[in-house]
């Protein structure tokens, strides 16, 4: 009898143009926690989608509970043999309840109706045990991306899964929520279940992970007890190559004021904001999730509408009513939500890359110039090394984190004077965040005003030239890099929450 709930042996897949597997081992105990690590495009998400059935193999062996699975995995025999997976990208139904995504595909009827009331009780009992305070009748849509999270997690729980596959978790959660699932998930292992848990927060790992399995360019590199490795070991076998620095971080003469954002007011986690930034600086936005980084962002580029306040580009009130404002004025955002707000991700990388930018590359009768788009096209993807096999290929079917790449690689074209970055690394590998500090180094030395959101400590410290940390929608505290600590941060980030205890408290 093994010792294995699943071994997967020399699996192979390839897409059109790409090897995304190359004869990959993988295995697991029952009552382990492996992690599952790697590049953007190593072939993670690849390889448990095959176990999933989203994917088929086109060569390789599976053996799930001693016993080998001869034919394809389907999403449906994949849930009869115990195993349910929760997607990297988050897959619910926006516009039904949380019980209606719960048991999506398996619904309980009765005499030939929706149980409706069965399915709602149900899903009250999978949320309460998770500790997750969601009404099961609330509309998925209506909810924070977090919370969707969170949801999507109860749903692969419901179905009592022995394997559990947790395709990066964790990129939307609060750090409560991390703190939540980690307990969920030590509680699981316990049961004697099996986690396969892939993320990029690799100091994530300690807190709950056994063993290790970490590929490369869609082969196996190794598989060992997380307590052999340390982390430069895991990340120079991710990588192939040491990573001397984890924040370069470049000098540069402070020049003129660009941007002036004056007493900015919008909706209810935009209020009273005030802050400038200066030719040759970084400035990192800090908060915890929720403190109104994003809507601030968004107020910035004219998505959301403003209530007051005035905005000056160099000294000149520009007025930002619609995100072409912005545009137009130089400044240029890449979202949050890449998946929903940064790409189209029908089209192709080069029309990705070209749609923002055809004032550039069309000429005075509007006929795209298919030379300057190509030339426009290379440089950008080439600077970010973007991982594909040319860029007419589908921007979906990029890994996360190339997908990412896209983003902010369209803006790269435009002549820019202020660019802001909303949680620019979610879900990019150790590698290519530091390709993606080397651009907004880059920005930075040509003069461009760099204005970046995180929810990472040590990105915000590692990275900025200053800055701005916010709680409940207002500016509570303002540090440069050499009286910042990790500590002052967190003292302005949670100022309304002390305040609130402390309130409580007497
Ligand atoms: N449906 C698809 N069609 C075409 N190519 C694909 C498809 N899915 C994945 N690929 C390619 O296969 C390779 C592996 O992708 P995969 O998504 O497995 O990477 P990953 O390790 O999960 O990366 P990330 O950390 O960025 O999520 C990539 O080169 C990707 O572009
Ligand atoms: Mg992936």
Not at 190 to 195: K, L, N, Q, T
Not at 255 to 263: C, H, P, Q
Not at 354 to 369: G, H, R
Request: glycine letters at 8%.
């Amino acid at each position: 009898m093994t010792e294995y709930i699943v071994e997967m042996k020399q699996i192979t897949k390839s897409f059109p143009g790409v090897l995304a597997l190359d004869h990959v081992d993988f295995s697991i105990k029952p009552g382990e926690v492996m992690a599952l690590l790697g590049e953007n495009g190593a072939g993670k998400s690849t390889l448990v989608k095959i176990l999933s059935g989203v994917h088929t193999r086109d060569e390789g062996e599976i053996y799930i509970y001693g016993k080998e699975h001869k034919g394809d995995i389907t999403p449906v025999s994949a849930r009869e043999l115990g195993i349910a997976i929760i997607h990297q990208e988050l897959n619910m139904c926006s516009h039904l309840s949380v019980a209606e995504n719960i048991f999506l595909g398996r619904e309980i009827c009765k005499s030939g109706r929706l149980a409706k009331k069965e399915m709602n009780n149900e899903s009250a009992k999978i949320l309460d045990r998770l500790k997750i305070d969601i009404h099961p009748e609330t509309i998925v849509g209506n909810l924070a991306i977090s919370k969707q999270q969170m949801v999507e997690i109860a749903k692969a729980l419901s179905t009592d899964a022995k394997i559990l596959i947790m395709d990066e978790p964790t990129s939307a959660l609060t750090n409560k929520e991390i703190k939540e699932l980690f307990s969920i998930i030590r509680t699981l292992r316990d049961e004697g279940r099996s986690i396969i848990y892939i993320s990029h927060r690799l100091e994530e790992l300690q807190h709950i992970v056994d063993r290790v399995t970490i590929m490369r360019d869609g082969k196996f590199v190794l598989c060992d007890d997380f307590a052999n490795l340390t982390m430069e070991n895991i990340i120079s076998n991710m990588v192939g190559r040491e990573i001397k620095e984890k924040f370069p971080r470049v000098q540069c003469p402070i020049g003129k004021k660009i941007l002036s954002v004056k007493n900015l007011n919008a909706g209810r986690m935009v209020r009273d904001i005030s802050f400038d930034l200066y030719e040759g600086e970084i400035v990192g936005i800090a908060g915890l999730m929720g403190a109104g980084r994003t809507e601030m962002t968004r107020a910035l580029f004219g998505i959301d509408p403003k209530d007051s306040g005035e905005i000056f580009l160099e000294d000149k009130e520009v007025k930002i009513n619609k995100p072409l404002d912005a545009i137009n004025n130089g400044i240029v955002l890449a979202p949050e939500d890449r998946k929903k707000d940064g790409l189209c991700t029908g089209l192709s990388v080069r029309d990705n890359i070209a749609l923002p930018n055809l004032d550039i590359i069309c000429n005075k009768l509007s006929v795209v110039n298919h030379k300057k788009e190509t030339e426009m096209v290379d440089e950008a993807t080439s600077k970010f090394s973007i991982k594909m096999p040319n860029s007419d290929v589908s921007a979906a079917s990029l890994s996360g984190g190339n997908q990412q790449k896209v983003v902010v690689a369209k803006w790269l074209a435009r002549d820019s004077k202020v660019v802001i970055f909303d949680e620019p690394t979610r879900g990019i590998d150790v590698a290519a965040k530091v390709e993606i500090y080397n651009l907004m180094n880059q920005l930075k030395q040509q003069g461009i005003g760099v204005l970046f959101t995180s929810s990472e400590m040590p990105e915000i410290l590692g990275i900025s030239d200053r800055m701005i940390v916010m709680c409940d929608g207002r500016i509570t505290g303002e540090l440069n890099t050499a009286e910042a600590t990790q500590n002052k941060i967190l003292e302005y980030a949670t100022r309304f929450e002390k305040k609130l205890e402390s309130e409580q408290s007497a």
